[in-house]
């Protein structure tokens, strides 16, 4: 199978790029075009690291036509009008998790890279690994019989930092739970679609 190499465009070089980048670059199939955020201090270290171009905008970003790939890691609320933005420059996009704050959000996003032809995918897929998907066999095939629980845990600092205000107001997809747990039981379960926004709350287990 002949591979593909992804130009790629970051939008929003804040902590999530920061941990994300360094593992894109050491990928054969990966050619970093560019980064894009409002910080002017946030484009210059990307720069001087990774000696890609530089947008003061997004926009300005998904204009470039080396780009055919674009990873957004900007805050949740602004998801939404940047994979849309994106798709309709032609992109295919990849969002941080959340996807969305809201599932109409959600829904408007696959209905814009639908209609312009491109790829949409949520990052943070971990419940796309072979582990997880292993586990899901398990579970739907019922050899060990009915799910009755399931606990997760995940040992980490990062939810000891001082946050932001907007990372703790629910109405702009903060909160005190991220979307992990959430869509990592969505998909043992065995159900098609998982949590996609931070405010919606996976059913009861039947």
């Given at each position: 199978m002949q591979s593909h190499t992804l130009n790629v465009g970051v939008v929003g070089l804040g902590q999530a790029a920061t941990m994300v980048i360094p593992a894109m670059v050491a990928m054969p199939n990966v050619n970093l075009v560019a980064g894009a955020d409002v910080n002017p201090r946030a484009l210059q270290?990307?720069?001087?690291?990774?000696?890609?171009?530089?947008?003061?905008s997004m926009e300005e970003l998904c204009d470039d036509p080396a780009i055919d790939t674009v990873w957004i890691a900007t805050p949740n609320t602004f998801h939404c009008p940047h994979v849309i933005r994106a798709a309709e420059r032609g992109k295919h996009v990849i969002v941080e998790k959340p996807m969305a704050i809201t599932l109409a959000e959600a829904e408007t996003m696959i209905a814009a890279v639908e209609r312009h032809g491109v790829q949409l995918l949520c990052g943070g897929s971990r419940s796309a690994s072979a582990v997880v998907r292993t586990m899901r066999e398990i579970v739907v095939s019922g050899e060990?019989?009915?799910?009755?629980?399931?606990?997760?845990?995940?040992?980490?600092?990062?939810?000891?930092?001082?946050?932001?205000?907007?990372?703790?107001?629910?109405?702009?997809?903060?909160?005190?739970?991220?979307?992990?747990?959430?869509?990592?039981?969505?998909?043992?379960?065995?159900?098609?679609?998982i949590t996609t926004a931070t405010r919606e709350q996976p059913p009861a287990l039947q």
């Open positions: 270290a990307f720069q001087e690291r990774y000696g890609a171009r530089t947008y003061p060990l019989g009915r799910l009755r629980a399931m606990v997760t845990w995940s040992a980490t600092d990062w939810i000891l930092r001082i946050r932001r205000p907007d990372e703790l107001d629910v109405s702009s997809g903060g909160g005190v739970a991220g979307p992990n747990a959430p869509g990592l039981a969505g998909r043992i379960e065995g159900r098609k679609q």
